[in-house]
């Protein structure tokens, strides 16, 4: 099982910026598939970015050309920069580990003025 601690959330003004990180356990971090997913309420919970162990990336079609997903792999952190906020990315946002399954705790960020 991987360990994944989420944090950098928080309240943002739409058009604002946040950068989110998760720091993942396991000794073998650079060879994980990471993943953002964020579940806004009364919605279900939605890939945002994923990024390979090669560094591919993915994104959902509501976040691209906005947010971009990276990894850190001697630090074991994955990171989420968020640019151009807008009301409607105000969610919980998780990160996970595809191999285990793991998820974090979840951190919630906010767009309102």
């Known amino acids: 099982q991987v360990q994944l601690v989420e944090s950098g959330g928080g309240l943002v003004q739409p058009g604002g910026s946040l950068r989110l990180s998760c720091a993942a356990s396991?000794?073998?971090?650079?060879?994980?598939?990471m993943d953002w997913y964020r579940q806004a309420p009364g919605k279900q919970r939605e890939l945002v970015a994923g990024?390979?162990?090669?560094?591919?990336?993915n994104y959902a079609d509501s976040v691209k050309g906005r947010f971009t997903i990276s990894r850190d792999n001697a630090k074991k952190i994955v990171y989420l920069q968020m640019n151009s906020l807008k009301p409607e990315d105000t969610a919980v946002y998780y990160c996970?580990?595809?191999?285990?399954?793991?998820w974090g705790q979840g951190t919630q960020v906010t767009v309102s003025s």
């Open positions: 990024i390979t162990s090669t560094g591919s990336t």
């Open positions: 396991g000794r073998i971090f650079s060879i994980y598939t």
């Open positions: 996970h580990e595809r191999l285990h399954d793991s």
